[in-house]
């Protein structure tokens, strides 16, 4: 059984770097078969993609988010990592880790969550 | 790259059929054949019920179909039921390999 399990802050200070994990079990973030992304979802809004990252540490981003987002793995610790830049309020949003399958190498679809973890930017 | 277009609600009877568009351009939907459509419960995570327009995964229900003409998708829900009011909302592969969601429709059945 694949699981996902977001952690970090859940409080984050204006202008500072939001930084969260995603532990992943049940499945080898180095087996090369998925991606590995992050999602947010601000209160009673949409999702929102943030990025995803391959076991190469091959990366890709929203454009929207590219200049203040860095996605990390560590393949010994079956983890990968998000650190988002100079927050603001408009940040604050559930955030999600999910695998995505890929089919020729093409991101397909979203298979398994994590629960998401709640990140509030405030002072 | 702006985001997908989706109705905010929709609403349909129990055992009706109700269909959700998805409206992306020439640079997502229109071009690629990667869009999925996620079903969310309030509180809980994203649920993928199709993938690639129109196949779904093992264990959802077939009441749930999809399909593409041009640059919009949608999403058929047949037989309507009670466990089916949630929120839906697709998502595309498009240029320079990114991933744009909708915005999500909320479906009340009535």
């Known amino acids: 059984q694949v699981q996902l399990q977001e952690s970090g802050p859940g409080l984050v200070k204006p202008s500072q770097t939001l930084s969260l994990t995603c532990s992943v079990s049940?499945?080898?973030?180095?087996?090369?078969?998925?991606?590995w992304t992050w999602i947010r979802q601000p209160a009673g809004m949409g999702l929102e993609w943030i990025g995803r990252i391959y076991v190469s540490g091959s990366t890709n981003s929203s454009p929207s988010l590219r200049s203040r987002v860095t996605i990390s793995l560590s393949t010994s610790k079956n983890q990968f990592s998000l650190e988002l830049r100079s927050v603001t309020a408009a940040d604050t949003a559930l955030y999600y880790c999910?695998?995505?399958?890929?089919?020729?190498?093409?991101?397909?679809?979203?298979?398994?969550w994590g629960l998401g973890i709640l990140v509030t930017v405030s002072s | 790259q702006s985001g997908l277009t989706q109705p905010a609600s929709v609403s349909g009877s129990p055992g009706q059929s109700i269909t959700i568009p998805c409206t992306g351009t020439?640079?997502?939907?229109?071009?690629?054949?990667?869009v999925s459509w996620y079903q969310q419960h309030p509180g809980k995570a994203p649920k993928v019920i199709i993938y690639e327009v129109s196949q779904r995964p093992s264990g959802v229900s077939n009441r749930f179909s999809g399909s593409k003409s041009g640059n919009t998708a949608s999403l058929t829900i047949s037989g309507l039921q009670a466990e089916d009011e949630a929120d839906y909302i697709c998502?595309?592969?498009?240029?320079?390999?990114?991933?744009?969601f909708g915005g999500g429709t909320k479906l009340t059945v009535l």
């Open positions: 049940g499945d080898s973030i180095s087996s090369g078969s998925h991606y």
């Open positions: 999910a695998r995505m399958t890929m089919s020729g190498g093409v991101p397909d679809y979203f298979d398994y």
């Open positions: 998502c595309s592969y498009g240029s320079a390999s990114t991933l744009v």
């Open positions: 020439s640079s997502d939907v229109g071009t690629y054949n990667f």
